[in-house]
């Protein structure tokens, strides 16, 4: 029984380790991206046809 609580420790203490590595890439990865531009440039606007051209 105590084998199963130590393996169930070590377990919780490794799944702790990773959630705080994840949020620490996350944090560092959203300080270096800019965030005042575009990922994507917009595409310009179609221009509008008349209703009746083509008639």
Do not use: N, Q, Y
């Not at 169930?8 to 959203?30: D, E, P």
């Not at 575009?38 to 083509?54: D, E, I, K, N």
Request: proline share 7%; aromatic share 6%.
């Amino acid at each position: 029984m105590k084998f199963w609580l130590r393996l169930r420790l070590i377990g919780s203490v490794i799944v702790l380790c990773i959630a705080v590595l994840a949020l620490a890439f996350a944090l560092l990865h959203r300080s270096t991206t800019d965030e005042d531009t575009p990922a994507v440039t917009p595409h310009p606007a179609l221009p509008s046809r008349s209703v009746t051209t083509g008639l």
